[in-house]
Nanobody, 117 residues
């Protein structure tokens, strides 16, 4: 059983920063990539940032230069540092992990990020 648990969401003013954390656990084999997605009300879920097991990253166009994904393999953690937050960043943020083994596709329960003055 693979589990992903996000934390770190909350209310922040425009221009502020937040750091999201995702702890993953369980029987995980052959990680393909891990990342963050978000879904705003009335919109489709979209890629925010992801990192391959080899360390290559890619970001959604709207967050490039503002958000940074990182990981700590020793702690089984993935992070999303979000700077210069805008109201358009308001969404539920989901942690995602995909594996080569059995084409695994695992999701956390999501954490709410609200950017508002």
């Amino acid at each position: 059983q693979v589990q992903l648990v996000e934390s770190g969401g909350g209310l922040v003013q425009p221009g502020g920063s937040l750091r999201l954390s995702c702890a993953y656990s369980g029987r995980i084999f052959s990680i393909n990539h891990m990342g963050w997605y978000r879904q705003a009300p009335g919109k489709q879920r979209e890629l925010v940032a992801r990192m391959t097991n080899g360390g290559m990253t890619n970001y959604g166009d709207s967050v490039k230069g503002r958000f940074t994904i990182s990981r700590d393999n020793a702690k089984n953690m993935v992070y999303l540092q979000m700077n210069s937050l805008e109201s358009e960043d308001t969404a539920v943020y989901y942690c995602n992990l995909r594996t080569f083994y059995s084409n695994g596709d695992y999701w956390g329960q999501g954490t709410q990020v609200t950017v508002s003055s």
